[in-house]
């Protein structure tokens, strides 16, 4: 069985560098031919696709490319997040999801998300 | 601003038949599949309908979705009051160098 499960800190700096970490269990991150994804989600708003990576092959939403990054860790079995720069517009509910190919919107399990604020 | 439209809320009384719409374009429903999330209270979302119409294993035989041209509809039979919860369609946009878009959610209430 497939889990997820984000990690890092609540509370960022403005023009600091968020970093979150999404740990993989039942599958390698780089077996099963399997993309992952991150997605946000602002308070009560909807969803933002933020981008995926597949080995180190990485695809990042367009707005959003300038500042971030997604690596993989196959040995620790996790993904990373980095965005840099951040206001607080970048405060969200951050997910990792798990998906079929790059250009595919099936995600599925998703972490239980964890959310990050910007303030000083 | 989301680029998928969707209306922000819809209601029903248990039993009845609600639909939620979700409108896009050329770029994005128009060429690629569209896919539902059920988001309930304090949860991460969770797929409901895949390839425009088809459900996961798992899913009730009562949500169903459909495609036509740049829009998409989700079917909800013999709501139930656990059907409550925020509804996001998806699909893959191809302008620029591409994006995964979301439409804005749609709050179900079961009245």
């Known amino acids: 069985q497939v889990q997820l499960q984000e990690s890092g800190p609540g509370l960022v700096k403005p023009s600091q560098t968020l970093s979150l970490t999404c740990t993989v269990s039942?599958?390698?991150?780089?077996?099963?031919?399997?993309?992952w994804t991150w997605i946000r989600q602002h308070p009560g708003k909807g969803l933002e696709w933020i981008g995926n990576?597949?080995?180190?092959?990485?695809y990042y939403n367009p707005s959003l490319k300038s500042r971030v990054t997604i690596s993989a860790d196959t040995s620790k079995g996790q993904i990373s997040l980095k965005l840099t720069s951040v206001t607080a517009a970048d405060t969200a509910v951050y997910y990792c999801a798990r998906t079929l190919t790059h250009r595919d919107t099936w995600f599925g399990p998703w972490g239980q998300g964890t959310l990050v604020t910007v303030s000083s | 601003q989301s680029v998928l439209t969707q209306p922000p809320s819809a209601s029903g009384t248990p039993g009845q038949r609600v639909t939620i719409s979700c409108s896009g374009s050329s770029s994005n429903i128009g060429r690629n599949d569209v896919y539902w999330y059920q988001q309930l209270p304090g949860m991460a979302p969770k797929l409901l309908i895949y390839d425009n119409n088809r459900r996961p294993s798992g899913v009730p035989d009562r949500f169903s979705g459909s495609k036509s041209g740049t829009s998409a509809s989700l079917a909800i039979s013999g709501l139930r009051s656990e059907d409550e919860a925020d509804y996001y369609c998806a699909a893959w946009d191809d302008s620029l160098s591409g994006s995964g878009v979301f439409g804005g959610g749609t709050r179900l209430t079961v009245l």
């Open positions: 990576i597949y080995h180190s092959e990485t």
């Open positions: 039942g599958v390698s991150v780089t077996g099963g031919g399997y993309y």
